[in-house]
């Protein structure tokens, strides 16, 4: 073949090409016109590219180029049909954005009333000088009983009164009276005071920490109590430490979480941990509220980390900051903290 026979062939089908695509009305149409002319088997494209082999060989240079071009201008013409009917077929809400109008506003997530009030009483008590420790939800014996002095005949280790955890057993090894488990020497903490051994088998004196976190206790569910709840823990271990550190420190934060007019009193009272021991109010808004208990840290808590008794004294407070959220936000049922309820929990 002459390379002007097949340079002619090529204009010939560039012009075919571009009118078909160009006046191709849908997507099927289009599609029709692709095979036609781009089809890989049996395309009119493909034919021309078989006619470069009848090319002589010292004009196929020049035949290759304009094959290529030919490519080129084709494809091209069909991604224009392409955009073209995809355009017109587009759905109108497509067609008729208004890149002016505003857009639709994003919903902020924030972060929970109790996790804002824990938040807000670590900065309280750190501009005290108390730094933040934390520990395990899940202990032994020794950490949540033993070590705070209480005995195995105290009832706040009656089983019934603790979340204890148990072992499932393997088939065959179960036993009557609690077929498939048995049980394990660790439960769910009943309270903070745990951390305070912890970081007292760890470090010496002086010592001053609060810590913050879940605790769990088979408590019915009502307005006040609830199985699953929050503590605030204080602990100051030094040299000549008294109850009245204690009381000044829980003043200055009591004034710092609510107001400057509010007031706190203790009564007497019992815990194994601390002696002496006091129940710790709080006036505020027209009435008093138990907010805990604290005490000085008992001898034989201080005696099983190892500290010195003769040297060193402490105190120790443990706070509900359920019961500080509800009042400083006025709610009187704490079982809405846990419902999870959007409604409620965007008002913070």
């Given amino acids: 073949m002459k390379l002007a026979d097949f340079l002619n062939e090529a204009d010939r089908l560039a012009e075919e090409a571009q009118a078909a695509f160009a006046t191709a009305a849908d997507a099927k149409a289009v599609e029709a016109a692709r095979v036609h002319f781009l089809g890989q088997k049996s395309g009119r494209l493909r034919a021309v590219q078989k006619d470069l082999a009848l090319v002589a060989p010292a004009e196929r240079a020049a035949a290759g180029k304009r094959f290529n071009e030919l490519k080129r201008r084709l494809e091209a013409a069909h991604k224009a049909a392409v955009e073209r009917v995809a355009v017109k077929t587009a759905p109108l809400v497509r067609r ?92 769910l903490r009943t309270q903070t005071s745990t951390v305070q051994i912890r970081v007292m088998e760890q470090r ?52 710092s979480a609510f107001s400057e007019d509010v007031q706190i009193r203790f009564r007497p009272s019992f815990f194994p941990f601390t002696e002496p021991s006091v129940e710790v109010d709080m006036s505020w808004q027209g009435g008093w509220i138990e907010m805990g208990g604290a005490g000085m840290v008992d001898p034989n808590v201080l005696q099983a980390v190892g500290y010195d008794t003769e040297e060193v004294t402490g105190f120790a407070f443990g706070l509900g900051i359920e019961r500080i959220a509800a009042r400083r936000y006025g709610i009187t049922d704490i079982r809405e903290f846990f419902k999870n309820d959007v409604r409620f929990l965007k008002q913070f």
Wanted: with cysteine; aromatic share 8%; charged share 25%.
């Fill in 96 to 187: 008729t954005f208004d890149p002016t109008l505003p857009g639709t506003p994003l919903r902020l997530g924030r972060l929970h009333p109790i996790t804002q009030t824990i938040e807000e009483l670590k900065e309280i008590m750190g501009r005290l000088g108390f730094s933040v420790a934390d520990g395990p939800e899940v202990e032994d014996l020794w950490h949540n009983f033993d070590a705070l002095n209480i005995p195995p005949e105290h009832p706040a280790r009656d089983p019934l009164d603790n979340f204890h955890l148990c072992q499932k057993l393997p088939p065959g090894e179960a036993a009557e009276d609690a077929p498939g488990y048995k049980p394990v020497p660790f439960l």
């Fill in 204 to 255: 010496r004196p002086p010592v001053r920490i609060i810590s913050c976190g879940r605790v769990y206790r088979p408590d019915t569910a009502d307005a006040t109590h609830f199985p699953m709840f929050h503590q605030i823990e204080g602990l100051m271990v030094d040299r000549g430490v008294t109850l009245a550190h204690l009381k000044s420190t829980l003043q200055l934060f009591a004034k």
